[in-house]
């Protein structure tokens, strides 16, 4: 069955940088739109960024030019390099299925930006 398993997330201070990465199983991954979202508590979870198999990524206004997606298809592996990091970007993160996401969400990964 599909699988998401996330990992990377921590704690640190604004401006400080993580890498979250995201092995998926289950399917043929190198054909799909893979997407990292965010839920922030009280929130409801949102699109952070998206990468097709090829072609254009896609960006949340929000961390343009700070964070950057990218995947191995070699590896059934997803990427999240967070740079610049702000306390509002605190929250879990998820990766998933994009622009609909699958109905089974994995653990995600706790990313924390306090001072």
């Known amino acids: 069955q599909v699988q998401f398993v996330e990992s990377g997330g921590g704690s640190v201070q604004p401006g400080g940088s993580l890498r979250l990465s995201c092995a998926a199983s289950?399917?043929?991954?190198?054909?799909?739109?893979m997407g990292w979202y965010r839920q922030a508590p009280g929130k409801q979870r949102e699109l952070v960024a998206a990468i097709p198999s090829g072609g254009n990524t896609v960006y949340a206004d929000s961390v343009k030019g700070r964070f950057t997606i990218s995947r191995d298809n070699a590896k059934n592996t997803v990427y999240l390099q967070m740079n610049s990091l702000k306390p509002e970007d605190t929250a879990v993160y998820y990766c998933n299925f994009y622009p609909t996401p699958y109905n089974y969400w994995g653990q995600g990964t706790q990313v924390t930006v306090s001072s």
């Open positions: 289950g399917i043929i991954f190198r054909i799909y739109f």
